[in-house]
């Protein structure tokens, strides 16, 4: 029996890897040893790491650090090098301790930390907020890691932080390659040399240095290839068949720089892909494209290709570049491991120095000052001492700070010696005056620093050496800028150092970060240890249009100067983007610089506006001179190519924004447009020309398309009516050869429409949808309405948990509100005039990677500014809505699930999430939320809507027994369920309603189909529980049966979610959902009333005129009064049995031609 079972267990295992190859969810922690866990600190011996097991109730139920602990973590050692694809975590079992908020690191050798990162920023992780539900997370990217540190960052209000935690993942295969910086494979080709169309070639990489060849070859007929470390950056050089030219003098045209600060002894990826001249180059998966350059589409590199350096022919150890000391990992080349075949000491792989096949542990563990205004570490020295050196390293981007301080003896009153960074140079501060050097040291790189002392004399080398006299030594040595020296000005935020520092040496002795931070030896704020957090923020460049990007610690800035654009990421464009806009100025006729698309991709250009009846926008080209065409035929005919002053994507721009555009040909000599009398002629047009897409026309002058003939023709009034035009009409021309024509310049009269035009919603169903809105890093929208109605949305799009909003909120408010994936952030504009008052207003929104504005009408505009380590990507996946509201009809059983990303801000906003009381009744009282929907039914009790947190607290919204419309609040679990009833009458009556509700803390408003404004105050009574609530449960047990329409919470708009973007993780959709149209039959009901009134009266005026004309007439003749005829209008009430209404929208111009209607 024992055999069956493992032979069944064998067949399932076997099958599930045919089934899934890929799955790579296997525990990691649940098998390792108590050894293998670490902590910065535990509260007791029951709550030590090891206890830190998902599910396990061992111990103390879990970790938990010591409440002193200013930066707890726990590091687990996962005893070899696997693929970590997921992590999920638990709080402490049996207390109310867990992490909300954690961030996460790893490292392969335990000592030097990255940081994990999404987006280019350090993730944050969602936490628990309760002690036994297990949240995982699947890690976007998967990491490769022997050592991972979990660090939390927010605690539970109810207690404190506690843990337990697993990771997932599996093994993989990993050859790896050490250099030491004298050493390098080489794999020999079985022939001289190889020919490839196509290469192929990944590895990744960590290096212990900024320089270092990683990969080369050569051939004799000048092609080459090379992969080098220049300055931490990789540069790849490659050429095919341009002969002299080698990688140290290869131009830019065969150069592509990526990555930057690649030296962080932190792994990174890299592959090189090539099919003939195309290339396509990543490093951590950011990719650039490019063509190469040379004569031929293969590659020929003869006898070798080496990895770690460029050895020189006969001489070994000889290299011409400085070699790579790092190690490789899984380095492949067309297929072949290279690594694998070394240590398998195939004949085709050669090593030169000491390549080993493990990879060495760097010594250097950097530290982190991450505030300009409060991070400093202060060492204690011996004032005994007569001398003392100073070693170090840093690494910034910061122009000026100030690095470390040593006051010169105990008297408070004594000089410092201070060195500190001022203008990217390093400064030296001391009584004899100050001493600079000359190197610029904010470029990012490691710059190193070496200075001792004595009483005699102190030297600082960095490039330069300076000598200075010295009193006595003092009794710390500060790094950083601490805000107690108040003599050091540290709360300026230039003062105080921010950056990345490591090899710390006094006298000799290098100092132990790892037991600075454990026993307190020594006195620090704001820092973090065993990492450099340095991160390059002009890679990739997100200054738009080719505005230069510098940059700080923590921020990135761009230069917009002579780029023609304004703005934080150089996004606006300084310039109009027609003719027609110099006009409205008073401009005369001139060259003008103009932007056609505005903050779009084409780049502004020069353009003659020609003020005249109309604007005209000109444009010439490069052959305005009359043209002589010699010895062209049929079969050989005479070709002209034109160059435009403009591009072609600006042409077709300016062709397709104008009301049309023309060109006169002037025939000067001998022209024959048609030639059909020519003898030589069969019918064929002996000239044409082609149009913008391409196509070949054969009309001139103004004719129809597809017609032969000129103009002339078409008005009858050609000189010779034999031709059908007046230059075929010459009989002389058959026998002359030599003929001359001028084209002229092209002319695009403004299209008034184009740039100014309008839509009219006439009901809040109507709506416009166009493709996703492209607004990942960028995206500004300006707009003009005018409307009588209380809210609305002007536009909407939705992503999987993105989304950008821009709406009409109250009469005096507007918001613009957009979601990266972290929260929603609102802008919001107060008008002090109403809005909704009939008149053109105008609204400007612009959202980019920097900040986000919103203006109305001459208002200040509303600012702001995105914090440096947030998301920065907009991802929207589904249409644009423009005027959107959506509706949908429920059956038995159906139903709609929307997670919220961000805790229910209507039973706890985010002061009272911060504060360790819990839910009490003054964090209610700051708490608010905003409700709204529309819903259709016949059935009751009937749930619509509730919204609860894990806490069980919950509002709900429903129909009663008896129809009426009942809101209930718990908002503390001790205190009873209360209920709010607006309205007694039903409103199961089969009409369409609207519903408000706004609480801001114990206010409640609440609005019903656009009437009365119902207001009460929340009152919670000192006892009394209800936790069955009976008729709740009642009505959630029979749903809701029949239409909800524009349903919103808050900022959420889960309706909408569910039916236009239904793959989003937010949305669970149970039973049957269909799209319905019962908002469109509430706003008709409404506006058809109006329209029905308006309708009526203005056909009963019509016919009356109609019927007095015919009565004056009728008395003209007969001089008898008849009796006027009698005309009634009867309204019909539309419900959900009659075919659906139709949304009413009109495309039109907005002046004199136009009509508005108003909802």
Excluded at 647 to 661: A, D, F, G, M, Q
Aim: proline letters at 5%; a neutral charge.
């Amino acid at each position: 029996k024992a055999a069956i079972k493992w032979l069944h267990f064998l067949i399932i295992f076997l099958f599930s890897l045919y089934l899934y190859p890929d799955y790579c969810e296997d525990p990691l922690v649940t098998t390792l040893p108590p050894a293998s866990f670490q902590n910065s600190s535990k509260l007791s011996d029951r709550r030590s790491p090891h206890y830190a097991k998902l599910n396990r109730r061992e111990g103390g139920g879990g970790w938990s650090p010591n409440g002193e602990d200013q930066q707890p973590w726990l590091q687990l050692d996962l005893q070899d090098r696997l693929k970590v694809t997921s992590i999920a975590t638990q709080g402490r079992w049996g207390s109310s301790d867990w992490v909300a908020r954690y961030q996460l690191q790893y490292s392969d050798s335990g000592r030097t930390w990255r940081p994990y990162r999404q987006e280019d920023v350090i993730w944050t992780f969602t936490g628990n907020s309760d002690t036994d539900t297990v949240v995982q997370h699947k890690l976007p990217h998967s990491i490769r890691t022997q050592y991972m540190r979990l660090l939390p960052l927010e605690g539970s209000p109810k207690g404190g932080m506690g843990l337990r935690l697993e990771a997932y993942g599996c093994t993989y295969k990993s050859d790896v390659a050490d250099f030491d910086g004298r050493s390098a494979l080489l794999y020999r080709f079985n022939q001289k040399s190889t020919s490839t169309v196509k290469d192929v070639i990944s590895l990744r990489f960590r290096s212990h240095q900024a320089e270092g060849v990683l990969v080369h070859g050569e051939g004799q007929r000048g092609d080459f290839l090379t992969l080098e470390l220049q300055k931490g950056r990789l540069i790849l050089h490659l050429n095919l068949g341009e002969r002299k030219r080698r990688p140290q003098s290869a131009g830019r045209s065969s150069s592509v720089m990526l990555g930057s600060l690649l030296d962080d002894h932190h792994w990174h990826s890299v592959q090189i892909e090539r099919f003939n001249k195309h290339v396509n180059f990543t490093v951590d998966g950011h990719t650039q494209h490019f063509r190469s350059p040379g004569q031929e589409d293969t590659l020929e590199i003869d006898y070798e290709l080496s990895f770690g350096g460029i050895p020189l022919p006969g001489k070994p150890g000889t290299f011409l570049h400085e070699n790579f000391h790092g190690c490789i990992e899984n380095l492949n080349y067309n297929g072949v491991s290279v690594i694998d075949m070394a240590k398998r000491r195939k004949p085709q792989i050669y090593t030169v120095g000491n390549v080993t096949f493990s990879c060495s542990e760097s010594s250097s563990v950097a530290v982190t000052f991450l505030s300009s205004t409060g991070s400093f570490l202060m060492l204690p020295a011996d004032h005994s001492m007569e001398s003392l050196s100073v070693r170090l390293q840093f690494r910034t981007w910061n122009q000026e700070g100030l690095l470390f301080s040593i006051p010169l003896s105990r008297d408070p009153d004594t000089i410092n010696l201070l060195l500190q960074l001022s203008q990217a140079r390093l400064l030296l501060l001391l009584s004899g005056g100050p001493q600079n050097s000359a190197q610029n040291l904010s470029d990012g790189q490691w710059h190193s620093i070496n200075r001792g002392f004595s009483l005699c004399n102190l030297v600082l080398v960095v490039d330069v050496v300076f000598d200075l006299k010295d009193s006595k030594l003092g009794f710390s040595i500060i790094l950083g800028c601490p805000l107690f020296q108040s003599d050091f000005n540290c709360e300026n935020p230039n003062k105080g150092y921010q950056g990345c520092l490591r090899l710390l040496f006094i006298n000799s002795h290098p100092v132990n970060f790892l037991q600075i931070q454990q026993e307190s030896l020594s006195n620090f704020s704001q820092i973090s240890f065993d990492v450099c957090n340095i991160q390059d923020r002009c890679l990739p460049n997100l200054c738009e249009h080719g505005g230069q990007c510098v940059q700080s610690w923590d921020q990135f800035y761009c230069d917009c100067s002579e780029t023609g654009y304004t703005g934080a990421t150089c996004h606006n464009s300084i310039y109009e983007r027609s003719c027609e806009a110099f006009r409205k100025t008073g401009s005369q006729s001139s060259a003008f610089t103009i932007d056609l698309d505005g903050s779009g991709p084409l780049e502004h250009t020069q353009v003659d506006c020609t003020m005249a009846d109309k604007v005209w926008t000109v444009v010439g080209h490069d052959h305005m001179r009359p043209i002589d065409i010699r010895g062209s035929t049929p079969r050989s005919p005479f070709v002209l190519i034109f160059n435009y002053t403009i591009s072609p994507y600006h042409l077709r721009l300016l062709v397709t924004s104008s009301e049309h555009c023309q060109q006169e040909v002037r025939y000067l000599k001998n022209i024959l447009i048609l030639g059909a009398f020519c003898p030589f002629s069969d019918g064929t047009p002996l000239s044409w020309w082609l149009d913008r897409d391409g196509v070949k026309r054969t009309y001139w002058g103004g004719f129809l398309p597809g017609v032969q003939q000129c103009s002339c023709s078409l008005d009858g009034n050609c000189r010779d009516m034999n031709y059908f035009c007046n230059c075929d009409a010459d009989q002389d021309t058959c026998a002359q050869f030599v003929f001359q024509h001028a084209v002229c310049f092209l002319a695009c009269p403004s299209a008034a429409g184009f740039f100014w035009n309008s839509a009219s919603f006439y009901q809040e169903s109507t709506y416009l949808h166009f493709p996703t809105l492209q607004a990942e890093l960028s995206v500004d929208i300006s707009l003009f309405f005018k409307t009588s109605a209380l809210s609305g949305v002007f536009l909407e799009n939705l992503g999987v948990r993105d989304f950008i909003r821009l709406e009409l909120s109250s009469p005096y408010t507007v918001n613009f509100t957009f979601d990266l994936g972290d929260g929603p952030i609102i802008l919001t504009v107060h008008s002090p005039v109403a809005l909704n008052d009939r008149q053109w207003h105008y609204i400007r929104a612009e959202r980019n990677v920097k900040e986000a504005s919103l203006q109305v009408d001459s208002l200040p505009p509303k600012l702001n500014e995105a914090p440096s380590e947030r998301p920065y990507r907009l991802q929207l996946s589904s249409q644009l809505f423009v005027g959107a509201q959506t509706s949908a009809s429920f059956e038995s059983g159906s139903s709609v699930l929307y997670t919220l990303q961000e805790p229910f801000s209507g039973i706890l906003n985010e002061e009272a999430r911060r504060s360790p009381a819990g839910f009490h009744d003054a964090e209610v009282t700051k708490s608010q939320e905003k409700v709204s929907f529309g819903f259709l039914t016949h059935h009751v009790p009937a749930l619509i809507l509730t919204a609860q947190t894990v806490d069980q607290h919950y509002m709900a919204v429903m129909l009663t027994s008896n129809g009426s419309l009942q809101i209930r609040y718990l908002l503390n679990k001790e205190k009873q369920t209360e209920t709010f009833s607006p309205v007694s009458s039903s409103l199961a009556d089969g009409r369409f309603h609207w519903v408000k509700i706004n609480r801001k803390g114990q206010e409640l408003l609440v609005q019903v189909s656009f009437n009365t404004v119902f207001s009460c105050s929340i009152i919670f009574p000192v006892s009394g529980i209800d936790i069955t609530d009976k008729e709740l449960v009642q009505a959630g047990l029979r749903g809701f049966i029949g239409c909800l329409s524009s349903v919103q919470f808050n900022q959420a708009t889960p309706l909408k979610a569910a039916l236009q973007n239904s793959q989003s993780p937010l949305v669970t959709v149970i039973g049957r959902l269909e799209a319905s149209s019962c908002g469109t039959v509430s706003s008709s009901n409404t506006l058809s009333d109006t329209h029905t009134r308006s309708g009526v009266v203005a056909a009963v005026v019509f016919i009356t005129l109609c019927a007095l004309a015919f009565i004056i007439r009728f008395l003209y003749r007969h001089r008898r009064t008849p009796a006027p005829p009698v005309i009634t209008g009867k309204m019909h009430r539309p419900s959900m049995e009659h075919p659906p209404y139709r949304a009413a929208l009109d495309l039109h111009k907005p002046n004199h031609d136009s009509k508005e209607y108003y909802i």
